[in-house]
């Protein structure tokens, strides 16, 4: 059965992502700060599917490096396949679509946008 509204998908029309890891490695002449996150469960159900356009082997890391004078952000994604395995047709008609286009680049603009503001000095975050 395809279900048209929000509420009856997985994400209640979110993709969730748990945080795994925040890391600080200090070097000689650098410092780096990492993020991992990782594809979820939607933590307002009871469910334990992953509610996200990628399957839970998926990871997305974010860092922001000091080397130097020099600050660099970045986002690596690993292992980034769409979760077409839901039970609910629309889930993986949607995230075939999304999971395809994030692979071959349409999700850029959006990692950048979120990379550009971790350095963004003027932000009062």
Known sequence: MIYPDREHRL???YDWVTIEE???QVLDDAEVLSMTARPSAN????SEDTAHFLTDQATSTFQVKR???V???EEHGRNELPNTDTGIPLDNIRNTFVG???????????WK???KGLLNKDNPA
């Open 43 to 46: 933590p307002t159900t009871s």
């Open 22 to 24: 925040i890391k600080l």
């Open 113 to 115: 946008a979120l990379v």
């Open 11 to 13: 994400g209640g029309g």
């Open 67 to 69: 080397i130097g004078r």
């Open 100 to 110: 395809w286009g994030a692979k071959i680049g349409f999700s850029y603009p959006q």
């Open 71 to 73: 600050i660099y952000a």
